[in-house]
C-alpha cells in the first residue's frame, strides 16, 4: 500500500474508508475506539471494504462475555444450555475495537 502515494486511487479510497470509520465509531473505555458491526453493515457495498480495512490496521472483534454456552439458571428457560436451542453456531463478532494509542499520555 505504501507504493501508491499523492492521490493513487488506493490511497484515497484508504482515507475515505479511515474518515467513514472516524465518523461510525466511538471511544472506548480500553483508550481505543469501537465500531458496531451494524453500522459498517449499512454502509452496504462497502462494507467489505470496511472490513478489509479494519483488519489491516488490527482492529480486533470484540470477546462478547456476556454470551454463555449456560446461562447458570437466569431466566424462565435460563436452565436450558445455548446449544439446545441451536445457538451453538459461531456468530459475527457485534463491535470491532482498535488498538489504543501507545503514547496515551
Known sequence: MDEVKDGGPAAAMDEDISTLVARLSRKHRSGGRVIERAAIMAEGGNSA??????????????????????????GLHGMRREAERGRAQAQAPRRYISPAPADDA
Open 49 to 74: 471494504a470496511i472490513l478489509a480495512w479494519l483488519a489491516e490496521h488490527d482492529w480486533k472483534p470484540e470477546e462478547d462475555a456476556t454470551v454463555s454456552k449456560d446461562r447458570d439458571g437466569m
